[in-house]
């Protein structure tokens, strides 16, 4: 089994890899080559959230706390006063960070559904259902991204598995790239959750005729008098994203 440290270097060069493709390759802008790094990162240590006292673990439910909490104002509730948000922020923490935790880490063991290819195809689904308004071809490359990364750590802790110096393998062999989990009960709820968010997909989703990057309508990408970013070299992309991103922001936080 790979630890901590290796799985992030490994998920580093992965995410490095993803980078300079959607970059040079395939004209994305850097805030959105940038994206797909951190997806990319993020899935090759995420497997390991099964493991109760590992760092992902602590981190995912740390940030989870902060997060869920502050999206959930954000859609449901407006016109609270500062104590009434300040009230909710902390008991949505406390509720993240030990209850939900607590009910996480009884229901999952290292190393069985969250250690399997479902659950890697069940990270890429979220991914792209999280990034709502991006255009499609955005979120199948940021989707593939996580996912990505989320093999490369199965695949590490198969290689770790082996015992090289003794030509043997250890016992965890063949417990992590698998399409299965030795608990039926998780196997046919992953393959259930699979379903479910594969028919949410196609419902809420129009696939577009071409393939343009450019498409979306909130994506970072702008257009430029009908040319593509594709055509235009990296420096000019470069400074067009900066100023989009200028602009949008400015545009959100200062005129309104
Ligand atoms: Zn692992």
Redesign the pocket.
């Known amino acids: 089994?790979?630890n901590f440290k290796q799985?992030i270097s490994g998920g580093i060069i992965f995410g490095i890899l993803c980078t300079l493709t959607s970059f040079f390759v395939m004209g994305f802008t850097v805030v959105n080559s940038l994206t797909v790094f951190i997806l990319g990162v993020l899935g090759s240590i995420l497997?390991?959230v099964d493991c109760d006292s590992s760092t992902p673990n602590h981190l995912l439910f740390e940030v989870m706390g902060l997060l869920i909490p502050v999206l959930f104002l954000n859609r449901f509730l407006s016109n609270l006063s500062v104590e009434n948000i300040l009230f909710f922020l902390i008991v949505g923490y406390i509720v993240t960070k030990y209850a939900l935790k607590f009910i996480f880490n009884k229901f999952t063991v290292h190393?069985g559904v969250v250690?399997s290819i479902p659950a890697a195809i069940i990270v890429g689904g979220i991914v792209f259902l999280g990034f709502g308004e991006t255009s499609f071809s955005l979120k199948v490359i940021y989707a593939m991204a996580c996912a990505g990364g989320f093999i490369v750590?199965l695949v590490m802790?198969e290689i770790w598995s082996v015992d090289l110096g003794n030509n043997r393998l250890k016992n965890s062999f063949g417990t992590?790239l698998t399409l299965w989990s030795g608990s039926i009960i998780s196997t046919v709820a992953a393959y259930v959750v699979i379903v479910a968010m594969g028919l949410l997909i196609y419902s809420s989703t129009t696939i577009p005729k071409s393939l343009d990057i450019s498409e979306g309508q909130t994506s970072a990408v702008p257009r430029l008098e009908g040319k593509t970013l594709q055509k235009m070299g990296w420096a000019d992309r470069f400074l067009v994203d900066i100023n989009s991103t200028w602009t949008s922001l400015l545009n959100r936080y200062v005129k309104n």
């Open positions: 089994m790979a799985h497997p390991d190393r250690h750590h802790d992590a």
